[in-house]
Structure formats: C-alpha cells, structure tokens
C-alpha cells in the first residue's frame, strides 16, 4: 500500500527527466509535470493562483474552463486549455490539474481515436469543463459535449506525444499523459461552456449548465441531465434566454444561478439570482474572465482569465456572494487567516 501510494504521490511530482520538453511558447511539458509551481495567495477578498511560467504570457495555449475534483485521492483543480496557430486555428487541447495543497501539477493532453484507429489531438475550445468522478466533460462549442476517461490515462512518446500536443516539426524524446474521448454527445444548442448543478444542501446532482457565448444577447442556457453511461445521450430538462451578452460560464446552487459576462480588457461581471432574475454583483471577475465552478468543500467559486500577461484562477470566497459559510465547528469562517498572503 506505501508503494501504491508513493507512486500516486509521484504523479504530482516534479520529474526531470532526459526526454525533450517542449514549452509552452509552442511546445509541450516534462513526463509528468513541469518546472514550476503555480503561486497561491489568499488574500482578504480572493484566492489567486497565478502561472509562474510562460502560461503567463503564451499566445499559443488559452486557459478556458474550470472544475474541480478528485485525483489519486487528493482534491483537485482542472484548468483546460486549447492551442491554436497564431492565425487562430485550432491544434490541440489539454487539461492541468493543479493539487490544491501542494500547488503541484500535471497536464493531460486531450485525444481522439479516428477513423483508422489512430489517436488524433482533440481541436476542440474546451470552454468549460464538468468533472463527475472518472468522467470528464469538456465543451466542444458546435460539436456538442466531449467526454473522456479520467480512469484510462495513458502514457505516450516522441513524434505521436508532440503531434497530439499540436507541435509541429520538431524532433527530439518527448512524453507525454493523454485522456482518449470516449463519446461525442450531441446537444442542441452552441456548447459554448458548461457548469455543474448543486441541490439547495450542497450536493452535486448529476445535472450541467450548457451555454451559448453571444456578442448579442440572444444567448441560451439549458440543464441537461447527464447520461448515466458513454453510450446514453444528455436530457434537457429546461432551457432559458438570461438576455446576457458575452456570456461565459454557468453554475447552479438550489434555485441560484451564477453567470459570468466578460468585457474585452476590462474586468469581468459576475450575474446572480434565479434564472428570471439574474442580476450584476459588485464583485469582480478576472480581465477576460471564463468558466465558473462551484467549490463548496472550500468556501469559494471560481472563474479564471485568459488573456496573456493578465492569466490568474481565482476563487471568491461565498461570504462575498452573500453566501455564508460554516465550519464544523459552526463558527464562520470566513475572515479567517487575517488577508495575509500565503504560498503554497
């Protein structure tokens, strides 16, 4: 058992390793992580958790979607991303998990089997994520939702390691951890993002946001209840028009939505209340905000920004929505560490 779990541990451990890596100005990663370590510091309003490398700053990889989970038994933050030519093509995708204690990471590159049987990169947006266990569910935008076995991670080499992160004439030993889709599942509407479902006591329903990103405010968002196996589809189960432009992400707590509605440079607007009443919050979002995602083990909702040089995962703690929050004890604790920084 102590070596099962060194080796669980290990997955989240720098490894310098003699394989190339290829960075994030084009380029790819070491075998089972890289160099740095995100930064995170809680403030007296925010939890941020900024790149310390060139995710900073690349024009290459975009952060997009947000979730959080469980991975080797540790509490785990998603973050995906898509890779596009600076002309705007898209080339691949991938998901980062971030260990929430150690403010470690690994990053898994998406993956598609075609035709021929051989593995392709997923050229998908991946605008929101919505993590249940070992299924991963990733917005594809007009290609309805992608899922993916978080259980069936594999390990792959050289030229087929640099292909599926999108890298292109390069040569050298790389390595790298896929997720292979395992269903396509059509919806019918423009799978712009897509967020999680909570009953009024916390507990996650088997239920997802999906929603349209509009410059106008034509956009919809639907419920879907989510299929119980690969093979079964997604059933809505209610659909609405917020009357939002830019919408970027969507969550539900009981009968409260939360909407985020990027503004170009300037920061984001996060929209709250029941669906027929949605209104503005004075609580920011990040400069280019995405997705949102409901962490209640941890007290916070989080979104992200993706523009380079502004890049940041921030977490707003509830009491801030006007969401109390509780420990066990049944003392609030919300005010707790003081604002003071802290690094992980």
Known sequence: MMESARRDAALFEVRFAPARRIDDDGSMLWPFGSTWRPVRQRRRDTVDLRWLSARTWTRRWYPQGVDVGEWRGRRTLAVSWFRQELSGEHLASRVTLVDLERSRHIDILLAVTDDEGELQPARIHAGGLAWFGDRLFAAATGRGVWEFDMSDIRQVHGALAQR????????????????????????ALRCSYLGRVFDDAGASLPRVLIGEHRTDDSGRIGEFIVPASAEDDFTEVDRFTPGIPRMQGAVRWGDRHFVSQSDRMHPGTLWSGRREALAPTPVPLPVGCEDLALDLEAGLLWSLGEHPWRRVVRGIPFPRLGIPRSTDDGTDDSTRDGGRPQRT
């Open 164 to 187: 599926l992160a999108g890298a292109r004439g390069r040569s050298g030993r790389t390595t790298a951890l896929i997720a292979v889709r395992t269903r396509a599942h059509p919806i």
